[in-house]
């Protein structure tokens, strides 16, 4: 079980685009599988984007398709999430974990970042 730390978030307008990072903390993150979850104030928290420990199975809600790119770059350590065309709805607390697919295998969420788009 791997703790990870996202960052990259940020206040942008709507239409802009960003890259979220994902590291884990202290460990090797190339032998397991990511996704990216956000939660949204008084909403609950939903899967956005995962990717295979190789990489060459990925994985999109809806809501990112064609807008959000998952890569990863195992000699790095990190994992990255490519927003573009970010919309309002977007705005939420973007976090990363260990995943099977959809199905986070770590109860320890780490530290999220806040995407905030403006209208």
């Known amino acids: 079980q791997v703790p990870l730390v996202a960052s990259g978030g940020g206040l942008v307008q709507a239409g802009a685009s960003l890259r979220l990072s994902c590291r884990a903390a202290?460990?090797?993150?190339?032998?397991?599988?990511v996704a990216w979850f956000r939660q949204a104030p008084g909403k609950e928290r939903e899967f956005v984007a995962s990717i295979s420990w190789g990489g060459v199975t990925v994985d999109y809600a809806d809501s990112g398709k064609g807008r959000f790119t998952v890569s990863r770059d195992n000699g790095r350590n990190m994992v990255y999430l490519q927003m573009n065309t970010l919309k309002p709805e977007d705005t939420a607390d973007y976090h990363c974990?260990?995943?099977?697919?959809?199905?986070?295998?770590?109860?320890?969420w780490g530290q999220g970042t806040q995407v905030t788009v403006s209208s």
């Open positions: 974990v260990t995943a099977t697919g959809r199905r986070a295998t770590s109860p320890y």
């Open positions: 202290g460990r090797s993150l190339s032998n397991y599988g």
